[in-house]
């Protein structure tokens, strides 16, 4: 697990990171007490920054008394400022986390405003910003935060969750604040740059498309996306990257390797090609179970009132690889289920000698295929992890962590 409580022989993970942990104004921003707790756990310097509206839900004391520093919630506090500027506390912050990250803070943040000490703390600092959502389902919904999130993201801001569940209000829905556990072991796995360095990763990604005839294919729903952004996450960990694509419109991460196919038969070979020399396989594409028989010459013209066109099964890429002599150290597949996702997930992590498998619940609106958005559900032989709902990258980014971990030889 990136989160490992900080033993006397364990490095912690975020040592040397100086974190401004902004508060804002909701029902879960007692749970910031607990993140602050963790986040010195792991080694980070924390400072807290409150919102005007944090103080009706929390007091001051309690952040004061667990950071050991003044707690800080006006631009306009004579003493604080005399003590340590806002321009001083800004540049002395290597990460900003904001938790919980209110809608009315993310439309400011959004903005550029700084119309109040937090936001404008997030204005002047180049350190980088992590916001950890939580508001009512609606509110998160709601097209204004979407759009508000969405320039956010363009802009690098890194965002953990919200996650789905029972919430405040008696509502059940995607807006509840990430664990705080979780919160910290994100924000260790994205401070660690470099985990994969010297490490080869090959991942496919996209649908495979597998021709009946000239105009006409057998494909699938696979956007790709998630594929992509696990290239993305891995090269981001510092490792090299190689890119197996079925067909799909999207950008090569940087600093990726494409190799670009379009039926299963040419994805196989790709991947086989490319297997020596590789630490890990990752199988996020969607590849075909059935082609055509024959694919013909020329279009087929219509006749009769029934047609029957011959499939045969393809080669289980993942299972080869699983199984192959120049097998890479960790195989990864992917699972999409519509229901009993442990049982079907672990029965294939069994069946095709893998070391982890990601699934993910087609079934739930919102995520998966087709969505920007995803939450996996990740295991190997004696264990689990859950990655809640967010971003693609966002999730990417939690799974290459722990794949990191299992490299590593980490549970
Ligand atoms: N996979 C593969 N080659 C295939 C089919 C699938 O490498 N010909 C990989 C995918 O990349 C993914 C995993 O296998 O990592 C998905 O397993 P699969 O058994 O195909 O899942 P489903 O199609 O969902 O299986 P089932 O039809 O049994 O539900």
New binding site residues.
Partial sequence: MPFTRVGKTQVAGLEGQRILLGVSGGIAAYKAAEVLRRLQDEGAQVRVVMTASALHFVGPTTFQALSRQPVRSSLWDEAAEAAMGHIELARWATRILVVPATANVIARLAQGRANDLLSTLCLASEAPLTLAPAMNRVMWAHPATQANVATLVARGVELIGPAEGDQACGEVGAGRLVEPDQIVAALVASARPGRLAGKRVLV?AGP?FEDIDPVRFIGNRSSGKMGFAVAAAARALGAEVTLVAGPVSLATPAGVRRIDVRR?AQ??DA?LGELAGHDVY????????YAPARTMPQKIKKSGETMALELV?????????AAHPQRPALV??????TQDMEA?ARD?LQ??G?DM??ANDVARAGQGFECDDNALSVFWHDGRRDIPHGSKPRVARDLMALVADRLEGGK
């Fill in positions: 496919s495979t299963a994805m196989r991947v990752l199988g996020a594409a969607a590849v075909a179970d099964r393809t080669a289980d890429i993942l299972a080869e690889v990864v597949g992917f699972a999409a289920e079907y294939k069946r095709k893998l498998i990601a």
